[in-house]
């Protein structure tokens, strides 16, 4: 049935719905309908991702939130346990030990049943997948859960395993990205985009780092430089806008919970910001920044080779072939062994945890003069206000416990990093660059107790400047990155230091960029997942090699005049995905490619239509339907290497084919770059 229409008095005679007539207010109403439909249409000027992107960066920012009120619930009840339990020293170690490896063997066992893509930080096999390389399964819904809970069982261990969860956190966002683009596509019946698809899992990768962080500007750089080798600045806009989003709800929880009366900066310091180092310091920061950059190098060289090592040696590699849950409980116990605090962890400050390490090595004062004269005892329980008396031993000088905690957790963290569950290695990373920086600000104290004098003034050498410098400076040599200066900054809410901390940023991945892959393309190599290397500083004898140097010339290639008897052949005795298609076998002119799995298709499917014993030929089956690709980009023989491998890295390629006016005389894939790189890098010996 018809609504009943009327007339409104005054009008120019256009019906109304009764609805309409009768309602109150109709001038105001039709006001703010002709309002809400004006700002959505400005709204999406603006394009259809800005609402995809606000879901994101909330999404994820509760989830970090939630997942730390979680976890810190869960270790304040390990420590009430240690606590409780009373001074006898077996069960005091059994309360400590078995916390973490009942936690540990949990996570990797249940992490690895569910997907076994859920181990590790997740940030090399992203940056092969941004890289144009299909993981199967990787980005699946399961695999986020498999994440999530094995992540917080790994972060609920506390300082005992010292791991963190930035590079989780990325692939976590990353999965939640894929999910919510799905979602939009069939909602709106949207093709797949694969362009559109990489756009938004960059984004999702500077929302992972700013809601663990709450610092967007870094959180945005620093997943540009480890993950992209090259990025569109059109895409600039969304990873800022996501992050931003994902931030500030991040710290807006923490308002909301009464955690603090503002938004602020994570760890706070109390830097000077008149004179906060006089200018001969920065020789220092800069000597600080190429001791960082050489430790880095050992760092790198010896967690690569140790993981090598675990892969290949016979009973390690049969333990997490067979019981994986199983070697993650044995670490454990090894490492909440030695962090025992009435054990070999008083030296290491093992009570604290990875945030009071933090607000403890940026303090402002000196530990070694406050510690001259007289040797602080040992508190019962750590005090917030005095962290660094955690540093404090009778027997041991302050330079004594910071360099026994740096060899210790040289080795613990690389020792940790081979167990099969979620975890991060970005901030413990950070804290030992930390300490590195602690030990030389406190070697300079010492040695300049009144300050380092520049003209007139005198001011105090501050060892946490050196410690935040440290931090950035090593955190960065490691994963081949500049942002962490930024992040250093965003951390404390300071820039007083800017200049120093960068000129050591800079000199440390000076010496670690031309020494050692970074932290993650050394995983890329250890796991064997498919990469392209860079060609180290663009080297001048790039470009003399050509194509033609290093192409494949075995090709196969199907005419149009192919009869279907030779076509049947080829496709049963090769096995490529797609084949070169040519205009005859005589000419050899490339017009297109033709995919296996149509071309089997069409074979199977020949047209009833043909008369039996007709010899036919493969432009027969064309005509009948069986879809073709044009090839819309080749190569030249006489392309250089450095012009091809960027071609490759910029549209994330898997193969090209060569073609000589016109003519297909080859192809070109990752196999070829990589060996071709690696003879112009290690060239073979002269015969």
């Known amino acids: 049935m018809e609504e009943l229409v009327g007339l ?36 999406f000027r603006v394009g259809e991702d800005w609402h995809f992107l606000v879901a994101l960066g909330v999404l994820m920012a509760l989830i970090s939130y939630a997942m730390n009120f979680a976890i810190g619930r869960v270790v304040r009840a390990h420590k009430w346990l240690y606590r409780e339990v009373g001074d006898g020293h077996l069960l005091r170690y059994l309360s400590w030990t078995v916390y973490p490896v009942a936690l540990l063997s949990f996570s990797s066992g249940f992490s690895q049943s569910i997907s076994p893509f859920s181990g590790g930080s997740g940030l090399p096999e992203l940056k092969t997948m941004l890289s144009g390389v299909v993981l199967e399964d990787y980005l699946d819904i399961k695999n986020f859960g498999a994440k999530v809970v094995g992540l917080s069982c790994t972060l609920a261990t506390g300082s005992t395993i010292f791991l963190g969860k930035v590079g989780p956190f990325v692939h976590l966002s990353v999965m939640i990205s894929a999910y919510l683009g799905r979602v939009r596509a069939k909602t709106i019946g949207e093709t797949e985009n694969k362009a559109k698809e990489i756009e938004m899992l960059s984004a999702a990768a500077a929302v992972g780092v700013a809601t663990v962080f709450a610092a967007p500007f870094s959180g945005v750089l620093f997943s540009i430089e480890v993950m ?65 950059g050489v430790l880095s190098c050992a760092y790198l060289f010896c967690q690569r080779t140790f993981l090598r090592f675990i892969k290949t040696n016979r009973y390690t590699s049969r333990l997490l072939a067979t019981s994986k849950p199983s070697y993650a409980a044995l670490v454990a116990l090894v490492l909440a062994s030695i962090t025992y605090p009435p054990g070999v962890g008083r030296f290491m400050a093992s009570r604290l945890s990875m945030a009071e390490h933090l607000h403890s090595l940026f303090d402002n004062n000196s530990w070694a003069l406050m510690t001259r004269n007289s040797s602080p005892p040992w508190p019962a329980e750590p005090d917030p206000q005095n962290l660094w008396l955690e540093w404090c031993h009778p027997r041991f000088t302050i330079f004594g416990t910071l360099a026994f905690f740096l060899v210790m957790k040289f080795w613990m963290l690389i020792l940790a990093t081979t167990i099969p569950m979620p975890a991060g290695y970005f901030m413990p990373i950070f804290i030992i660059g930390a300490a590195i920086g602690r030990l030389l600000g406190e070697a300079l104290s010492v040695a300049f107790p009144e300050g380092i004098v520049a003209g007139r003034e005198v001011n105090p050498i501050m060892p946490g400047g050196y410690a935040l410098a440290g931090a950035a400076a090593f955190s960065g ?11 250093a900054f965003e951390l404390t809410g300071q820039i007083v230091h800017a200049l120093p901390v960068l000129m050591a940023v800079l000199a440390a991945n ?8 970074s932290f993650y393309d050394g995983t890329i190599m250890a796991k064997k997942l498919p990469y392209l290397p860079w060609i180290r500083g663009r080297q ?4 003399p090699v050509t194509v033609e140097h290093f192409m494949n010339c075995n ?36 017009v297109g490619i033709v995919e296996r799995t149509h071309l089997v298709q069409a074979l199977q499917t020949q047209p009833a239509s ?47 084919f060569v073609t000589s006016r016109g003519k297909a005389v080859g192809s070109v894939s990752w196999a070829e770059l990589k060996k071709a790189i690696s003879t112009l890098i290690n060239p073979p010996a002269p015969k």
């Not at 207010?25 to 700002?39: A, D, Q």
Request: hydrophobic share 40%; charged share 20%; net charge neutral.
């Open 510 to 517: 000076a010496i670690s960029q031309n020494c050692q892959p």
């Open 228 to 292: 992209s080798s090259h990025f569109s600045v059109w895409n600039y806009w969304r990873g800022f806008f996501a992050a931003t989003c994902g931030a500030f709800m991040f710290r807006l929880l923490g308002v909301f919970n009464s955690e603090q009366e503002t938004i602020t900066s994570i760890y706070k310091t109390r830097f000077r910001v008149d004179v906060p180092f006089d200018l001969p310091e920065i020789f220092f920061f800069v000597a600080l920044g190429f001791i960082c």
């Open 610 to 656: 043909w008369a039996p014993g007709q010899e036919r030929f493969l432009q027969d089956i064309l005509a009948g339907g069986c879809p073709t690709q044009p090839v819309t980009l080749q190569l030249s023989p006489e392309t250089s290497l450095y012009q091809a491998h960027s071609l490759f890295e910029r549209l994330t390629l898997q193969s090209l």
């Open 555 to 590: 090709l196969t290639t199907l005419a149009k005049d192919t009869p279907l008897e030779e076509v049947v052949k080829v496709v049963t005795s090769t096995e490529v995905s797609q084949y070169p298609l040519v205009e005859t076998r005589e000419s050899q002119t490339l």
């Open 540 to 543: 001048i004898g790039s470009y």
């Open 477 to 487: 040599a490691v994963t081949h990155t500049i942002s962490t200066a930024l992040l």
């Open 8 to 43: 409104r008095e005054g009008s120019s005679g256009k019906p109304v719905t009764l609805q309409e007539l009768w309602g109150p207010c109709p001038r105001i109403r039709r006001g703010v309908r002709r309002g809400l439909e004006w700002l959505k249409e400005r709204l």
